[in-house]
């Protein structure tokens, strides 16, 4: 399924994906973990955790804000860059959907700074972080969709189970 801001929804293993960036599910911390965190720090080899130490140390308190995004190598991986994001964490009790909205919104940004045209995201926040899966794609969907598109031409969500996929589906047929 592709929309006029070339948007694409794919099952599969975000760390194969042939894209200028691709965006990853990282902490505050930017130090690795589980997850798709795991997933692109296995494929891409240690140049990005490298690159995730430096800009740690050029954030305040070394701690990347929830909603802000920085890029790094892509190391071995086949897209060219990482933008590293951290998501919030679902809580019942207070509406965090504007900081999940920041997380895809700054990391276009990061990627048309760097001159990207093809953007692969993750279902942000929607694994440890508990989000619930339609919820979170519909909040990926819609900021995508009203992000400003600097030199990113086409974006694709790429899903990793069934579960995943059929959600973003449901959320891109409104
Ligand atoms: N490719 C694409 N998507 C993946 C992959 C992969 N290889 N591996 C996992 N996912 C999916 C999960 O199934 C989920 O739908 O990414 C989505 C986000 O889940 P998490 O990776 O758990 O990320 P998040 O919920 O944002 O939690 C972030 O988890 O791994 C730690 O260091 C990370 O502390 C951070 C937290």
């Known amino acids: 399924m592709t929309n006029a801001f070339g948007l694409k929804l794919k099952l599969?293993?975000?760390?194969?994906?042939?894209?200028?960036?691709?965006?990853n599910a990282a902490n505050p911390g930017l130090l690795g973990g589980g997850g798709v965190d795991g997933a692109i720090h296995a494929a891409g080899g240690p140049e990005i955790l490298a690159e995730c130490q430096e800009r740690k140390r050029e954030l305040p308190g070394g701690q990347l804000p929830r909603g802000q995004a920085v890029a790094t190598t892509g190391g071995r991986l086949p897209a060219r860059w990482v933008v590293h994001t951290a998501g919030p964490i679902w809580s019942p009790e207070e509406d965090r959907s504007d900081v999940l909205a920041s997380c895809y919104r700054e990391s276009l940004r990061v990627a048309a700074d760097l001159g990207a045209e093809t953007v692969a995201f993750?279902?942000?926040?929607?694994?440890?972080?508990g989000w619930p899966l339609d919820d979170a794609a519909r909040i990926a969907l819609d900021s995508v969709r009203d992000a400003p598109r600097g030199t990113v031409s086409e974006v694709r969500f790429v899903l990793f189970g069934q579960q995943a996929f059929d959600a973003f589906q449901r959320a891109a047929a409104h």
């Open 122 to 129: 993750p279902a942000i926040s929607a694994g440890v972080y």
């Open 12 to 23: 599969g293993d975000i760390t194969t994906e042939v894209v200028d960036v691709i965006v």
